[in-house]
């Protein structure tokens, strides 16, 4: 939406409406300038130019008001004159009273569109084509969300050849990608600031650079400069393309400041002219001027929020302003020579400004105070920047490079220039500091520990002198490569002889090594296999030494199961013995007894016999108890005996089975010690073989070691002529690239020139649709007046009607109005009789009175007449008001009737001029349709020749993209 900061207050309507018709060309001098005489000059002229704006003449409209332009050729959609006046936006114009008439405003808004015709005999004029489109959204003004573009395929032959590189005038780094520019004559240099390649060349061919900047997102650089006393411009380029997107000031010196709002809709400049001009980009035009300064203009530069724009001069003076309006903000004081350098730090609070005085003040943007001052090149700074980091690095006169933290505190000085430093910059990382000295000398410096990383050219050379150059590194390249290699050949060839040897006897060593390691093998094995061996011959004896024991064991129970059984066989026998015995002795004793049986059965009284039969009885009992007893044991003793017989026979089954494990375990007592006693025989031999390999081995390696010294001090022989042969090897790849990268411009180049032709073509091509869109904007024009006059010759009856009803109305209300007019004058005329009959009448009564003062009723008289008389005047006095007033409204009238009788008069006139005008439509029609054929044809052709120019281009961009090197 359109901002209206002082919009322009258009007047009120007079109270008589003027009687309008359209015309089909109206211009400024017969048609507009009526409308705004009766509707908005008494507010809007040279003394009271309400809102700065003047619409008197048509110089008054083309300078517009506060609220910038006011009426934009060819454009009413976007003009304020008519859309305020039409009440399509506020606010709404005039301020008061009625709307204008629509015929008003139909001509208004054609006038507009049909380009201001000043006068009927003018020319109308074009709408202003933006000269540049780089306005930007407010969210683009800060740190880009993806990388800023670097050039892409610039143009790397110089526009101008010196014979030695200029001071730099100028320098430049951008904000947020490694990218520097530098002021070379009639041309600005752009070099990458990691790998300090050039990127590109852009020129100036309007003379000599005074001053560089990049826009804020880094997209465009901005130059500003001319030829002294005769012209300056500003000119700007698009990083990437390396396109001129602007170009701007028509100066009659060389311009010696220039800056860039932004969002790229402003650039600042200034110069010897004292001026600050401030212009927009959207149209061309000088939005303000500023005339604080009283010497020349060094130094402007917007505030990275492009709300501020601060100015300052060669005699020390320095003002801040409002960026929009140049309405003033702040005046710093402190400076007492040129201001040679401003800069603001990244958030826009803090302005930075250095002088030839040799200081650096920093200021303060909410109370416009100083924040810190600090001397920092006693014989005068040339320049002064903030990075985005907030360090400052100045350069001047002392021929010393200075980096500073924002307080002024200083941090490293980089000294051993030739010269004055004019300029200095740091990298958009702050990681490396750019300077440049009166010498021309172009050096890039690490900021870390002031250390040289590089010196630049400011004075780059010809493609042509490039190739030539680089063929002449490429031959020396090569003959050092041949040089180095005849020097390295008999070296190699005694490495590599080296190297057999040394292969031979390593493959001695390697066979040594796998006997040895075979040997070891072998050795580790038969130890294992011993040590096995003995682990069994120990298990061996402890199974022998286990069964003697046990056999042992055994045969002392064998031996007293043996003792036991035969001791128990004793005694059975003995125990047998003695119950024969007893049997034998009981058969006896029953005999005995038998017989004294048979002795007492014969002498059955005879006491002896009885005597002997009792003690045979006894004793046969005694022996038969005693057999019973013994018999008793016997079998005691025989199943004692058969038990100790039993155990016996367990004892000697396992004294044979104890004697049977321990002849086996003898056995293998045996054949584990036959098998330790081999083992150890052979392990002897593998351990003197062992020792014979390793012995050939350490000899097979001391020779080895011994070649090896031979070997590497062979090696090292070849290490410095191999180091220049690949010195040499890379330095041949690098002139091949670097001649296929100079070679492959030559292409660009070739394709830059064609692309010059491609602009000149696409500009011819914008001249013939613009002849196009002419032609078709005359053949609506054409077509609207052919429906026009149809339409007139349809409507001219009626029309002529309206207009002789309107004559006899007109006629009609002037005669009733001079009827009245009539009247009026009688009643004029009889009040005048009447007051001179009064007048009389106090005269005389006056008179009277002087006479008879004593009177009372009489002076009574006197009094009231003369109120009656001044009652009298009074009225008269309105009446010939109420008449002077009807005499405006017969004019009125007869003007109208004038304006009714002209406007029929016109209508039938158009009754013979319609149907000509109708003809000639219609004829024009027809030619004009005849051109827009023409003209459409002539940019369908030309659209052919644009493609195949286009179509040249890529093809010779794809050339030279093949061409290039991988870099």
């Given at each position: 939406m359109r901002l209206i900061h002082a919009l322009p207050c258009l007047a009120l309507f007079g109270t008589a409406p003027i009687l309008w018709a359209t015309p089909e060309k109206p211009n400024y001098q017969d048609d507009i300038l009526p409308i705004l005489e009766q509707s908005c000059n008494s507010c809007h002229n040279p003394d009271k130019a309400k809102g700065g704006l003047d619409l008197t003449s048509m110089h008054g409209i083309m300078a517009g008001g506060s609220s910038g332009e006011t009426a934009i050729p060819e454009d009413s959609a976007n003009s304020l004159l008519y859309l305020l006046t039409a009440r399509l936006e506020e606010p709404h114009m005039p301020p008061r009273g009625d709307k204008i008439e629509k015929a008003q405003l139909n001509a208004i808004k054609l006038w507009i569109d049909q380009g201001?015709?000043?006068?009927?005999?003018?020319?109308?004029?074009?709408?202003?084509?933006?000269?540049?489109?780089?306005?930007?959204?407010?969210?683009?003004?800060?740190?880009?969300?993806?990388?800023?573009?670097?050039?892409?395929h610039l143009r790397l032959e110089p526009y101008v050849l010196t014979d030695r590189a200029f001071a730099p005038s100028a320098m430049a780094s951008a904000p947020w990608s490694p990218l520097f520019a530098i002021a070379s004559p009639k041309q600005v240099l752009l070099y990458h600031a990691d790998n300090f390649d050039l990127m590109g060349i852009l020129p100036y061919p309007e003379g000599f650079i005074e001053s560089l900047t990049f826009s804020r997102n880094g997209e465009l650089v901005l130059a500003s400069g001319g030829k002294g006393g005769k012209s300056g411009t500003v000119a700007a380029w698009r990083v990437q393309t390396g396109e001129r997107v602007l170009t701007l000031g028509n100066e009659q010196d060389s311009i010696l400041t220039a800056s860039i709002s932004p969002d790229q809709s402003l650039v600042a400049i200034g110069g010897t002219s004292k001026l600050v001009k401030v212009f927009d980009l959207a149209s061309g035009e000088v939005l303000y001027q500023i005339k604080k300064h009283s010497e020349w203009v060094?130094?402007?530069?917007?505030?990275p929020d492009g709300i501020l724009l601060a100015s300052a001069d060669r005699n020390g003076g320095l003002h801040v302003w409002e960026a929009g309006t140049g309405n003033p903000f702040y005046s710093l004081i402190g400076h007492k020579a040129e201001i040679t350098d401003l800069s603001w730090r990244a958030d826009g609070n803090v302005l930075l400004s250095a002088s030839e005085d040799g200081g650096i003040r920093t200021w303060e943007m909410i109370n416009g105070k100083s924040v810190k001052t600090w001397t920092a090149h006693s014989a005068g700074i040339l320049s002064a920047h903030f990075d985005e980091k907030g360090q400052v690095v100045s350069s001047g006169r002392d021929k010393t490079v200075k980096l500073w933290d924002q307080n002024g505190k200083g941090i490293r000085t980089v000294s051993g220039f030739k010269d004055i430093v004019m300029e200095a910059r740091l990298s958009h990382d702050g990681a490396k500091i750019i300077s440049g000295d009166w010498s021309g000398e172009i050096k890039v410096w690490n900021s870390a520990d002031g250390k040289l990383l590089?010196?630049?050219?400011?004075?780059p050379p010809s493609i042509e002198s490039r190739i030539a150059q680089a063929r002449s590194f490429l031959e020396k390249s090569r003959n050092d490569y041949e040089t180095s290699n005849r020097k390295l050949e008999p070296l190699v060839q005694a490495v590599e002889?080296?190297?057999?040897?040394?292969?031979?006897?390593?493959?001695?060593?390697?066979g040594h090594e796998d006997k040895v390691l075979k040997s070891q093998i072998d050795l580790k094995r038969k130890k294992d296999e011993l040590d096995v061996a003995k682990k069994a011959l120990a298990a061996a004896k402890t199974q022998r030494d286990g069964s003697q024991n046990e056999a042992a064991s055994k045969k002392k129970l064998w031996d007293q199961a043996n003792a036991d059984g035969n001791a128990k066989l004793k005694r059975f026998q003995e125990m047998q013995s003695q119950v024969a015995k007893q049997r034998t002795?009981?058969?006896?004793?029953?005999?005995?007894?038998?017989?004294a049986k048979q002795i007492k059965s014969q002498n059955p009284e005879d006491a002896d016999a009885n005597k002997s039969l009792l003690a045979a009885q006894k004793s046969f009992d005694e022996k038969k108890k005693e057999l019973g007893e013994s018999e008793n044991l016997l079998k005691t003793y025989d199943s004692a005996f058969r038990k100790a017989e039993s155990h016996l026979t367990l004892a000697k089954n396992a004294l044979a089975s104890s004697n049977a494990k321990l002849s086996e375990s003898s056995k293998i007592l045996a054949s584990a010690q036959k098998n330790q006693n081999d083992l150890i025989i052979e392990l002897k031999q593998v351990e003197t073989s062992h020792k014979t390999n390793s012995s050939l081995r350490d000899q097979c390696k001391v020779k080895v070691v011994s070649l090896e010294k031979e070997l590497a001090n062979k090696q090292k022989a070849t290490t410095e002529p191999n180091a220049e042969l690949q010195s040499a090897r890379s330095q041949i790849t690098r002139h091949e690239n670097d001649l296929r990268f100079w070679q492959a411009q030559t292409i660009n180049l070739e394709r830059h020139h064609e692309i010059t032709k491609l602009s000149d073509l696409k500009l011819e091509f914008e001249s013939l649709e613009e002849d196009l869109e002419e032609?078709?904007?005359?053949?609506?024009?054409?077509?609207?007046?052919?429906?026009?006059?149809s339409e007139a010759m349809r409507v001219l009856p009626e029309k002529i009607t309206k207009a002789q009803e309107l004559v006899a109305q007109k006629r009609k209300l002037l005669a009733d109005k001079q009827r009245d007019a009539v009247n009026l004058q009688n009643r004029k005329s009889e009040k005048d009789n009447f007051l001179?009959?009064?007048e009389a009448l106090s005269s005389k009564t006056a008179n009277q009175t002087e006479?008879?003062?004593?009177n009372e009723t009489l002076a009574q008289a006197e009094s009231k007449i003369k109120d009656a008389l001044n009652l009298l005047k009074a009225d008269l006095t309105e009446f010939a008001s109420a008449q002077k007033n009807q005499n405006q409204q017969i004019q009125l009238a007869q003007s109208e009737l004038g304006i009714a009788e002209t406007a029929l008069a016109s209508a039938l006139s158009m009754r013979e001029s319609n149907p000509k005008v109708l003809d000639e439509s219609k004829i024009e029609l027809d030619r004009i349709n005849l051109l827009v054929a023409s003209r459409r044809k002539a940019v369908e052709d030309f659209r052919g020749r644009l493609n195949q120019q286009l179509a040249k281009t890529e093809n010779l961009l794809k050339d030279y993209l093949a061409a290039s090197p991988k870099r």
């Open positions: 201001l015709l000043p006068t009927a005999s003018g020319k109308p004029m074009k709408k202003k084509q933006s000269s540049a489109n780089l306005s930007l959204n407010l969210a683009s003004m800060g740190r880009p969300d993806t990388p800023p573009p670097l050039p892409d060094t130094q402007v530069s917007f505030s590089r010196t630049l050219s400011g004075n002889q080296a190297k057999s040897v040394l292969n031979q006897e390593k493959n001695v060593l390697n002795e009981l058969s006896e004793c029953s005999n005995t007894l038998e017989q032609s078709l904007r005359l053949q609506n024009q054409a077509t609207s007046n052919l429906e026009k006059a001179s009959e009064v006479v008879e003062s004593s």
